[in-house]
């Protein structure tokens, strides 16, 4: 049985994709990593990892295009912001049979593949407590039609889970997208990737599994989060006095003096003498972005 990770980047988030991959390889330095292109601009983000952190690049490109053409016929141009996104939905068609999805705004604290254990007893496994929130940024209070209130406790963040390959097929995506195109009131558009697969996963996997609720409460990983106490280069939840499997800037701007700005900083430059001052540019959101932060503040 194969295990891996896989990530989404492409040329424009090159900084944020090194910062991952140095803190996966400072506590695992073979787990296979495979990325995941967001787009065809990912040339120079290959030259990097592919040398500097053994990373494979997703083989069958094919396929991301076959989920583009399938994004865009059955949800047109303008439904669901950032459609690329969806991108991620590849890794249940990659070599792994059990894998680890991880978005490149997140550092990690220990030898994360090893979470893949607590899919011995589940299908799908994530880490937040996006459920706390309700439904928020995830869907539209309409869902209540569809799923109940015990299911919808198990919604979760899109940027860390994972599962076991071929569990979802790609009929599977066609009638969710169809769904969603035909019934767009119940998903909350602006996050497309974390609307689309929470209905994916609600509707599919009755064997899913939160790591945050294992013996009552786990810590917190949020980077909007202002409690976490710093240890070393780690993070600690003081509230179960339990260190952070990784942090996630989630939402949060990533950038000098922002939250846990060092800890982002240190993993970036671990492998290379760190320049006089940082030039680090956040990418500019898209017009969606800009409306759901305001709708949030």
Same mark, same amino acid.
């Given at each position: 049985?194969?295990?891996?990770?896989?990530?989404?980047?492409?040329?424009?988030?090159?900084?944020?994709?090194?910062?991952?991959?140095?803190?996966?390889?400072?506590?695992?330095?073979?787990?296979?990593?495979?990325?995941? #292109?967001?787009?065809?601009?990912?040339?120079?983000?290959?030259?990097?990892? @592919?040398?500097?952190?053994?990373?494979?690049? $997703?083989?069958?490109?094919?396929?991301?295009?076959?989920?583009?053409?399938?994004?865009?016929?059955?949800?047109?141009?303008?439904?669901?912001?950032?459609?690329?996104?969806?991108?991620?939905?590849?890794?249940?068609?990659? #070599?792994?049979?059990e894998?680890? $999805?991880?978005? @490149?705004?997140? =550092? =990690?604290?220990? +030898?994360?593949?090893?979470?893949?254990?607590?899919?011995?007893?589940?299908?799908?496994?994530?880490?937040?407590?996006?459920?706390?929130?309700?439904i928020?940024?995830?869907?539209?209070? !309409?869902?209540?039609?569809?799923?109940?209130?015990?299911?919808?406790?198990?919604?979760?963040?899109?940027?860390?889970?994972?599962?076991?390959?071929?569990?979802?097929?790609?009929?599977?995506?066609?009638?969710?997208?169809?769904?969603?195109?035909?019934?767009?009131?119940?998903?909350?558009?602006?996050?497309?990737?974390?609307?689309?697969?929470?209905?994916?996963?609600?509707?599919?996997?009755?064997?899913?599994?939160?790591?945050?609720?294992?013996?009552?409460?786990? #810590?917190?990983?949020?980077?909007?989060?202002?409690?976490? +106490?710093q240890?070393? $280069?780690?993070?600690?939840?003081?509230?179960?006095?339990?260190?952070?499997?990784?942090?996630?800037w989630?939402?949060?701007?990533?950038?000098?003096?922002?939250?846990?700005?060092?800890?982002?900083?240190?993993?970036?430059?671990?492998?290379e #003498?760190?320049p006089?001052?940082?030039?680090?540019?956040? !990418?500019?959101?898209?017009?969606?972005?800009?409306?759901?932060d305001?709708?949030?503040?």
């Amino acid at each position: 049985m194969s295990r891996g990770i896989y990530i989404l980047a492409n040329d424009r988030v090159i900084d944020n994709a090194i910062a991952l991959l140095n803190s996966i390889r400072a506590y695992d330095a073979d787990s296979p990593i495979v990325m995941i #292109p967001y787009n065809n601009q990912y040339q120079a983000i290959a030259d990097i990892i @592919t040398k500097s952190h053994g990373v494979k690049i $997703y083989e069958d490109l094919q396929l991301l295009e076959k989920i583009d053409d399938l994004v865009k016929q059955t949800c047109g141009d303008n439904l669901l912001d950032r459609p690329n996104l969806l991108r991620k939905l590849a890794c249940w068609f990659g #070599p792994f049979d059990e894998f680890l $999805y991880i978005d @490149t705004d997140i =550092v =990690v604290f220990e +030898k994360i593949i090893e979470n893949l254990n607590y899919l011995a007893n589940n299908d799908f496994i994530c880490c937040d407590y996006q459920y706390t929130g309700g439904i928020k940024q995830v869907f539209t209070p !309409k869902i209540t039609e569809i799923f109940s209130e015990d299911e919808l406790k198990d919604v979760f963040n899109s940027g860390f889970w994972g599962s076991k390959k071929n569990l979802i097929t790609q009929q599977d995506l066609q009638n969710t997208f169809e769904f969603c195109a035909s019934h767009p009131e119940y998903f909350y558009v602006l996050n497309s990737d974390q609307t689309i697969l929470n209905y994916l996963i609600l509707k599919r996997m009755p064997r899913r599994f939160n790591i945050v609720r294992e013996n009552g409460k786990g #810590p917190g990983n949020w980077a909007g989060s202002p409690h976490f +106490k710093q240890e070393g $280069y780690k993070l600690v939840d003081p509230k179960v006095n339990q260190p952070l499997k990784f942090v996630h800037w989630a939402g949060v701007r990533l950038e000098p003096g922002g939250s846990y700005w060092d800890i982002w900083e240190h993993y970036r430059y671990l492998n290379e #003498p760190k320049p006089a001052q940082v030039a680090f540019t956040q !990418k500019k959101k898209s017009l969606w972005q800009q409306i759901k932060d305001k709708i949030k503040g």
